[in-house]
Structure formats: structure tokens, C-alpha cells
């Protein structure tokens, strides 16, 4: 997948390396329009990855080379067991969950998971769960509760499923269930937007103590095609709505409605997958250990009270 | 007393304007159900339900309040309480907020307040439609938050009826944000314990429906209201097929193990009356 953004980058860097293939199979020294041609290289990245438009990060946000929640479980966490099923109805390949160890530390861990292909994508549901995706997520943070272990979730869903049987199953009630477990679990929940944060079906898996957001990720109440669709009929003016939605993670920052902005590797989290670890390692070790020092009533009103500033009022008169 | 209530009756609109948009004339009105031509007054007295089909047609927060309120017991909260533009959508947006203001008596899209209900004291909320589709914004997820607050520092019941599609749109993650907040409050409210009964209304969907709404320890909906997650439209776009009558309707959901009734509007007050005398055991009691 190439992004209309990186497209100018992406063929600087077709050329260097066709450069560099000359230099050695030819044997003609080119170091020099090499060494150029990378500076400028450098240049074009800092200044399309310096400004890009709310669109530009929907679209680095759903690339399909983005670290997904299995990358970050594979890298930052030990002993991964995964765990699955609801207990009621299935289990939910959108929803991935199990027991990790985080630096050692035993806890839950649990996201969305897209695909990559065709195939994947089909078993996956592309990242949208069911109701049993969020009941899956339920029971195993349950399970966390119980046994004193902190929570990391990861999210990347366009949203959750819209589909027949899982509205016959309740998926309203699903998440709802989910949120309200979340704003009561003892424990410290630390959550990660990934990459797409799909509205409902994100924040079913996102109410956190500390709700960490990648710089180029994106968190919406409603797509940009969605809104677009509602507000003016037109699908086609997603990127204008995209921009009035205020879904980068620099306006959720300044709403105060994440806890804190990780800035990813010059030119996006999927070019540089061990950087963008790094990052989130260092962030979810730090917060965890302030967390881990507070008593689970002073973590419950913490968690309670950040919530209860989330709203922007006016007085009449 | 008499000058709060005074004023009150000041606010609410003189004319019952969204029937009458539907109106073939000031006289009479066209059932959405069944088509028929319904005399006015009859058709207010009978709380707007259709004689013949039984269609409930939605009421304005101020005329649910008189269904459910005991007369003369109502005393709004945060009636000042007003939405601004956080993300800065635009004129069009404030311009549609001061005339919903203005059309429909209400700060925003909840009417709340306490009241009491059969004799028993409630924490009440009640959403209207004609407020921007009831739409969750910043405010209507305040004012349920301090419903809910309000009945737990009371230890009285919180009895919240919903009508909405969703989340108000124009603010943005702010709205989302209203689905966590009011699932927070409704837990706290549950540690009490005093009880949270919901009444689902024609519509509850998407992030109301998502959030406090499916939270109440009793769940009661008017027959034939739209409830769901997502909409009919994007359902039938993404399984290219479409839906069939009756899909995502309170009966729907009773018959999935949703709801805990469907309650004719006729009936609505008793049956919530009867809920609460039964779940409002004094604390002395209950032990
Ligand atoms: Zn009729």
C-alpha cells in the first residue's frame, strides 16, 4: 500500500537505490550523488512527515503496514498466552486476548486485530468485532481484576461490526457493559490507540487510566466518509470532514481527552516498527509504575474524576 | 413555588409544533403509523397514540414530563447549562442550537430534574428528539451524569428516558467521550444502591444506545421504537442485503433477551411506579 503522501519519498528512494546498484555492479564510484540524493531524501521526509493533514493521518492510521496489536504483543511482552471465547455465544478473531508478562509483571493483555491480505483481513473482520469481541475482552479483564493484574489494550478498529447478528446479539449492550466494567476494574488499564480508533467500538476496549495515542493514529466519534455522508451527502468530502472532527492526536490532546501523544519514527510507525516498540515500551513501563503505586480506591477516583472534566460547557444568559 | 412553575410553563413552547409539522391540518393530524386523521385533541389526550394502529408518536420532553412528573412536583436542574462549539464547526451549528433552544423550551437536547414519580422521589431525564435528533453532546452527557449523581448523593432512584440517535456529530471525540462518562456514573450509582430504571424510546441508537441506556437494572421500551447499535442504513450497505421489518425494534430486542418489557405508553407510568415501590426498600430495612 503507498500512501499519496509518501509517494514523492518513495521514489527518491527507488532512485538511490538504483544508484547504489549501478556503484556496485558497475563498479563507477557514485557515493557522492548517493550521499546527495539521501540528504535530500532526509529533507523531503522531514517536511511531508512536519505537515501532514488530518487526512493524510486516517490514511497512515488504517495502513496495512502498521505495527497491529499482535506485533506489539510479539515485541513488548513475554510469554504471551492467548485465550479464547466469550463463555456464551464464540470467539471473536477481531478481538485478540490472553495473559502476557510485561517486564516481567504478569497481566492481561488484549486489542483489536486487523489483518493484512485479503485473507486475513476476512478472518479478522477487518478489526470490527462482534458483541463477543467485547465480552471476550470483558471476561478476561474480569479475570485480571481478580487476580490484582494490570490491563494494556491495544486499539485499531474501523469500528465495531455492523452486521445482522450482531445487533441480534446485542452489540449496543456489549459495549456499553464493557465501558462500564472498565470504569470499575481495581486495577491499572492502560490502553494504546495503534492505529484506527473506530468510535463505540474502540472506546468498548478504551477506558483507561491512561490513554496513550501514536502521533499519526487517529480516534473519531464517526468516520470522515461517515460524516461527510451525514452532514453534506457526499462520501467524497471525507478529507474535509476528517479535518472538522478533530481526530488527530494533537486536538484529543489539547481536549484533554487522551493522556498523552507518542511521537512515532520520522515517516510513521510502519517504516520503523522497532522504533515505534521503543517508544511504546518506555511509555507503558513509565506509566504503569505510577500506577502500580496507587491503592485501587485512589486509582477508581482518579479514573473517575478524569472522565467527569470530559465535557466543554456553556452557561446561558 | 407558584413563580417557578410560572416561568417553567413560560419556557415550553405554546404550540405542539413538531405534530403539526406532520399535520394535514391545525386540526388534525396524520397518523405516521396507519395514515389515518387523527382530531387534535383526541389525539394529545390519547398521548398521542394512534386509536387505531397503536403507532406511538414521539412526544416533546415537556410532554413526557407531564406524563411521568406528578403535578406540580418537577424542579428542573441545570436549566442554564448550554452547548458551546468546542471544535469550532461553525456559525451554521450555533444557529441550529439557538433556534432548537428557542423551538423546543430546552438548554439542550435533556429535560432533567427531580420530581416525584407515583409518590416516589426520582432523579428524572428525559431527551427530545427535536434537540439536534436528541444527539449526546458535552451537555446532555453532563446533565445524565448529574442525574445519576444526583439520585446516588439522594439515594433515590434515576429514572432516564432515552430518545436519540447518537452522538452529537459536531463535537466531535467530546461526545464519544459522554458514553464513558455516564457508564462511570451509572456504576456509582449502582454502589449505592439505589436503583436506574431506563425507558427507550423511539429512537435509541448508536452511543446512547451503547451506553447508559443498556445499563439500567430495568430496561423498559415503548412498542415499536428503533434500538440498536448501528444503523439500518450502514447494516444494509455492508451485507449488501436488505433488512427486514421489524429488525432493531423494541420488540426485537425483548425477543433477544434485551429488554425487560415493552410498556404501552398508556401504562408506562404505573408500570414504572410499580418497579420502583418494589426496588425502593428503605435502607433501615434493607440492611
Ligand atoms: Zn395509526
Redesign the interface.
Known amino acids: 500500500m503507498i500512501l499519496e503522501v509518501e509517494k514523492p519519498l518513495l521514489e527518491l528512494e527507488r532512485k538511490i537505490r538504483e544508484l547504489q546498484e549501478v556503484d556496485r555492479s558497475a563498479g563507477v564510484d557514485l557515493s557522492a550523488e548517493i550521499r546527495l540524493l539521501e540528504r535530500k531524501a532526509r529533507q523531503l521526509k522531514e517536511s511531508i512527515f512536519q505537515n501532514l493533514s488530518a487526512w493524510d493521518r486516517v490514511q497512515l492510521a488504517r495502513h496495512v503496514d502498521r505495527p497491529g496489536t499482535l506485533d506489539y504483543v510479539a515485541h513488548l511482552f513475554t510469554d504471551f498466552v492467548e485465550l479464547h471465547g466469550d463463555r456464551f455465544y464464540a470467539d471473536d478473531p477481531a478481538v485478540v486476548a490472553g495473559l502476557a508478562r510485561f517486564h516481567g509483571q504478569p497481566c492481561v493483555v488484549l486489542g483489536h486485530q486487523k489483518g493484512r491480505g485479503t485473507r486475513e483481513n476476512l478472518a479478522r473482520n477487518f478489526g470490527m468485532p462482534n458483541p463477543e469481541g467485547f465480552r471476550k475482552a470483558g471476561r478476561l479483564m474480569r479475570l485480571a481484576a481478580r487476580f490484582g493484574l494490570p490491563i494494556f489494550t491495544f486499539v485499531d478498529t474501523p469500528g465495531a461490526y455492523p452486521g445482522i447478528e450482531a445487533e441480534e446479539r446485542g452489540q449496543f449492550e456489549a459495549i456499553a457493559s464493557n465501558i462500564a466494567l472498565m470504569s470499575e476494574l481495581p486495577v491499572p488499564i492502560l490502553t494504546v490507540v495503534i492505529g484506527e480508533g473506530g468510535s463505540g467500538g474502540a472506546l468498548g476496549i478504551a477506558l483507561a487510566d491512561r490513554v496513550l495515542i501514536l502521533e499519526n493514529s487517529v480516534y473519531s466519534v464517526i468516520s470522515p466518509e461517515g460524516c461527510a455522508t451525514i452532514l453534506w451527502r457526499d462520501a467524497a468530502r471525507a478529507e474535509q470532514a476528517a479535518t472538522a472532527l478533530g481526530l488527530t492526536s494533537e486536538t484529543l490532546k489539547r481536549l484533554g481527552l487522551v493522556d498523552e501523544v507518542l511521537a512515532e519514527p520520522l515517516g510513521g510507525a510502519h517504516r520503523d516498527f522497532e522504533g515505534t516498540f521503543r517508544t511504546v515500551q518506555d511509555a507503558l513501563r513509565h506509566h504503569l509504575e505510577t500506577l502500580q503505586d496507587m491503592e485501587g480506591h485512589a486509582l477508581l477516583d482518579a479514573r473517575y474524576a478524569k472522565y467527569r472534566r470530559m465535557a466543554v460547557l456553556g452557561e446561558a444568559r | 413555588m407558584a413563580g417557578l412553575f410560572d416561568s417553567l410553563r413560560a419556557r415550553r413552547p405554546r404550540v405542539d409544533r413538531v405534530a403539526a409539522s406532520a399535520a394535514s391540518s391545525e386540526h388534525w393530524v396524520k397518523c405516521s403509523g396507519c395514515g389515518t386523521a387523527i382530531y387534535r385533541p383526541i389525539f394529545l389526550e390519547n398521548g398521542k397514540v394512534c386509536e387505531k394502529c397503536a403507532h406511538h408518536h414521539r412526544m416533546t420532553a415537556w410532554e413526557r414530563l407531564d406524563l411521568l412528573a406528578d403535578a406540580g412536583t418537577f424542579q428542573e436542574w441545570d436549566?442554564?447549562?448550554?452547548?458551546?462549539d468546542?471544535?469550532g464547526?461553525g456559525q451554521e451549528y450555533l444557529d441550529k442550537l439557538h433556534s432548537d433552544r428557542e423551538r423546543t423550551g430546552l438548554?439542550d437536547g435533556l429535560l432533567s430534574g427531580s420530581c416525584s414519580l407515583g409518590g416516589i422521589p426520582v432523579a428524572l431525564g428525559i431527551m427530545d428528539f427535536n434537540f439536534r435528533g436528541g444527539s449526546m453532546g458535552?451537555?446532555v452527557?453532563?446533565k445524565v451524569?448529574r442525574v445519576l449523581e444526583g439520585a446516588a448523593e439522594r439515594r433515590i432512584p434515576a429514572v432516564l428516558v432515552t430518545c436519540s440517535g447518537g452522538?452529537r456529530?459536531q463535537?466531535?471525540?467530546?461526545?464519544?467521550?459522554?458514553?464513558?462518562?455516564t457508564?462511570?456514573a451509572?456504576?456509582?450509582l449502582n454502589q449505592v444502591p439505589a436503583p436506574f430504571l431506563v425507558v427507550m424510546t423511539d429512537p435509541t441508537?448508536?452511543?446512547v444506545?451503547?451506553?447508559?441506556?443498556?445499563?439500567g437494572d430495568v430496561i423498559l421500551a415503548e412498542p415499536g421504537a428503533t434500538?440498536?447499535?448501528?444503523?439500518r442504513r450502514?447494516?444494509e450497505q455492508?451485507?449488501r442485503q436488505e433488512?427486514p421489518p421489524g429488525?432493531?425494534s423494541s420488540e426485537?430486542?425483548l425477543e433477544?433477551?434485551?429488554l425487560d418489557r415493552v410498556v404501552p405508553r398508556a401504562e408506562l407510568k404505573d408500570t414504572v411506579a410499580a418497579i420502583l415501590g418494589m426496588l425502593c426498600v428503605p435502607a433501615e430495612v434493607r440492611r
Open positions: 436549566a442554564s447549562l448550554v452547548s458551546v468546542p471544535l464547526f438548554s458535552s451537555v452527557g453532563e451524569v452522538a456529530m463535537e466531535g471525540m467530546l461526545s464519544l467521550m459522554q458514553m464513558g462518562r457508564c462511570a451509572v456504576r456509582r441508537t448508536a452511543g444506545a451503547a451506553s447508559f441506556a443498556a445499563l434500538i440498536g447499535f448501528s444503523g450502514v447494516i455492508t451485507i433488512l429488525f432493531q426485537f430486542y433477544h433477551g434485551f
